[in-house]
């Protein structure tokens, strides 16, 4: 396909082709991103009177590429593809049986696969979901109520995180939910996880973007502070209140008493608020309210290999799926809490710049990445954190997950770079973005690996 080099165009022209289909299969990832896309997709399909069939992977890969069925469906490969061209080509795929939508790197291949992908455009900000939008509002404009979808997926890829926004394309997708009326935009927000269910000291005290002194990992100190600038904990039922229930008045209040304490502390207020995105149309205090809590439920069942629980919840099934969705939650953040006081009490490793740690088989791979993250927010912020496992169904390898936070990041700090380039000297491959990222080497490598990455964390910030 050439390229026209405008998203608006080839989303035109993408949208022509699946309307043309007789029948699809929906190729998609099993994160939040991934599950919102095939939601996003298969909801304008059926509107169009499409029949269509989804698949979920968690990687495309020679292994996976069997679950593709071999049949005569379009096959629509969402959030994956571009870079595994050459795995639709060994199948023999012909190019106008596929359609890739995606905005990770592609790959050159002969076969002129058509594809609309968020990077060719040059927007670093925009997830496959947020493609597929485009795509889905192209093949019906009636499909503007799935901007919410699409809204959620760009979340849960983290485009909202560098800028404590979203932006470009992705904040006009934005624009689209606000004007169907299940988005309100929340301006100047505090750049909170979980401010539609976790307990106001709770969300204070897990807030490590900006970490606030006194305040950031220390509980019964988040809740001193409330009560010093008279803020209710509990309302008139004596129910824990969330962040969501504040009045405007409270909420400035608090804003301006943490805005206080960070420059007591001679710290930045600059990622104190942020852009927050509530869905009006769910039920308060449920973790599908916001953007960012609705990724964690989709990612949770993800996790445990169920997207398409996720799927349904999307797609508005608040019946068995939703608390099927809710269980895989509750797990989830169960065995992430379990994981993370595992860290804290067995200790990490600390290298010059790098602390790490060896979980062995004690967690499931899908989770250490996560673990990893909330865990760095109880040590030291300043040193990126490995936590490394073993996975159930490659003996040979070992799986590595890296965090670290935009401060550092800002001084230089590439986990990305850091690791693909240390994995690749002991034969395995790394890859992700500055701010986590992850890697498979070779078992019994760990603790020479470990050396290979401090030594390329120390060059990027000495
Ligand atoms: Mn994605």
Same mark, same amino acid.
């Given at each position: 396909?050439?390229?026209?080099?405008?998203?608006?165009?080839?989303?035109?022209?993408?949208?022509?082709?699946?309307?043309?289909?007789?029948?699809?299969?929906?190729?998609?990832?099993?994160?939040?991103?991934?599950?919102?896309?095939?939601?996003?997709?298969?909801?304008?399909?059926?509107?169009?009177?499409?029949?269509?069939?989804?698949?979920?992977?968690?990687?495309?890969? =020679?292994?996976?590429?069997?679950?593709?069925?071999?049949?005569?469906?379009?096959?629509?490969?969402?959030?994956?593809?571009?870079?595994?061209?050459?795995?639709?080509?060994?199948?023999?795929? =012909?190019?106008?049986?596929?359609?890739?939508?995606?905005?990770?790197?592609?790959?050159?291949?002969?076969?002129?696969?058509?594809?609309?992908?968020?990077?060719? &455009?040059?927007?670093?900000?925009?997830?496959?979901?947020?493609?597929?939008?485009?795509?889905?509002?192209?093949?019906?404009?009636?499909?503007?109520?799935?901007?919410?979808?699409?809204?959620?997926?760009?979340?849960?890829?983290?485009?909202?995180?560098?800028?404590?926004?979203?932006?470009?394309?992705?904040?006009?997708?934005?624009?689209?939910?606000?004007?169907?009326?299940?988005?309100?935009?929340?301006?100047?927000?505090?750049?909170?996880?979980?401010?539609?269910?976790?307990?106001?000291?709770?969300?204070?005290?897990?807030?490590?973007? =900006?970490?606030?002194?006194?305040?950031?990992?220390?509980? *019964?100190?988040?809740?001193?502070?409330?009560?010093?600038?008279?803020?209710?904990?509990?309302?008139?039922?004596?129910?824990?209140?969330?962040?969501?229930?504040?009045?405007?008045?409270?909420?400035?209040?608090?804003?301006?008493?943490? !805005?206080?304490?960070?420059?007591?502390?001679?710290?930045?207020?600059?990622?104190?608020?942020?852009?927050?995105?509530?869905?009006?149309?769910?039920?308060?205090?449920?973790?599908?309210?916001?953007?960012?809590?609705? +990724?964690?439920?989709?990612?949770?069942?993800?996790?445990?290999?169920?997207?398409?629980? @996720?799927?349904?919840?999307?797609?508005?099934?608040?019946?068995?799926?939703?608390?099927?969705?809710?269980?895989?939650?509750?797990?989830?953040?169960?065995?992430?809490?379990?994981?993370?006081? &595992?860290?804290?009490?067995?200790?990490?490793?600390?290298?010059?710049?790098?602390?790490?740690?060896?979980?062995?088989?004690?967690?499931?791979?899908?989770?250490?990445?996560?673990? +990893?993250?909330?865990?760095?927010?109880?040590?030291?912020?300043?040193?990126?954190?490995?936590?490394?496992?073993?996975? !159930?169904?490659?003996?040979?390898?070992?799986?590595?997950?890296?965090? *670290?936070?935009?401060?550092?990041?800002?001084?230089?700090?590439?986990?990305?770079?850091?690791?693909?380039? %240390?994995?690749?000297?002991?034969?395995? !491959?790394?890859?992700?973005?500055?701010?986590?990222? @992850?890697? &498979?080497?070779?078992?019994?490598?760990?603790?020479?690996?470990?050396?290979?990455?401090?030594?390329?964390? %120390?060059?990027?910030?000495?």
């Amino acid at each position: 396909m050439i390229y026209q080099m405008s998203l608006a165009a080839d989303a035109r022209s993408i949208a022509d082709r699946i309307l043309a289909a007789d029948a699809v299969t929906v190729i998609s990832h099993i994160d939040a991103d991934g599950i919102t896309s095939e939601a996003i997709l298969s909801q304008a399909l059926q509107r169009a009177g499409i029949p269509a069939q989804s698949i979920f992977v968690r990687q495309l890969e =020679p292994l996976t590429m069997k679950h593709v069925p071999e049949n005569d469906t379009l096959k629509i490969f969402i959030d994956l593809g571009a870079g595994q061209q050459n795995l639709l080509e060994e199948r023999g795929m =012909p190019e106008d049986k596929v359609v890739i939508i995606d905005h990770h790197v592609a790959q050159d291949v002969k076969t002129p696969y058509p594809q609309i992908n968020a990077i060719t &455009y040059g927007y670093e900000k925009l997830s496959a979901a947020g493609v597929g939008y485009f795509v889905a509002r192209e093949m019906d404009e009636c499909n503007r109520d799935l901007a919410k979808l699409a809204v959620v997926g760009n979340v849960g890829d983290m485009m909202a995180r560098e800028n404590c926004a979203l932006i470009g394309p992705a904040r006009e997708i934005v624009d689209d939910g606000v004007q169907f009326g299940n988005i309100e935009v929340v301006d100047h927000n505090l750049n909170f996880y979980g401010i539609s269910t976790r307990p106001i000291h709770t969300c204070l005290s897990f807030c490590d973007d =900006p970490y606030i002194p006194g305040i950031s990992n220390d509980a *019964t100190a988040a809740r001193v502070f409330l009560e010093r600038i008279g803020i209710a904990m509990r309302n008139s039922s004596g129910k824990m209140r969330v962040f969501e229930e504040l009045s405007e008045e409270e909420r400035q209040t608090l804003i301006n008493a943490l !805005a206080e304490q960070l420059i007591a502390h001679g710290r930045s207020t600059e990622r104190l608020l942020a852009e927050t995105y509530l869905f009006t149309d769910e039920e308060l205090r449920s973790p599908l309210r916001n953007a960012a809590e609705y +990724a964690t439920m989709l990612n949770a069942c993800g996790r445990w290999t169920k997207p398409a629980i @996720g799927s349904s919840v999307c797609q508005g099934d608040r019946g068995q799926a939703y608390r099927d969705a809710e269980h895989m939650l509750r797990h989830h953040r169960t065995i992430i809490r379990e994981m993370m006081e &595992y860290i804290l009490d067995t200790g990490v490793t600390e290298l010059s710049h790098l602390q790490y740690l060896h979980v062995g088989d004690k967690f499931p791979d899908t989770v250490v990445g996560i673990g +990893a993250g909330m865990a760095l927010s109880k040590l030291n912020w300043k040193k990126p954190i490995m936590i490394l496992c073993y996975l !159930a169904d490659e003996p040979d390898l070992v799986k590595a997950s890296m965090r *670290t936070n935009d401060t550092m990041v800002r001084q230089g700090v590439d986990l990305q770079a850091a690791l693909a380039e %240390s994995a690749a000297k002991l034969g395995g !491959a790394g890859g992700g973005h500055k701010i986590a990222a @992850g890697a &498979y080497i070779p078992r019994n490598s760990e603790d020479d690996f470990a050396e290979i990455v401090n030594t390329a964390l %120390s060059r990027q910030s000495p």
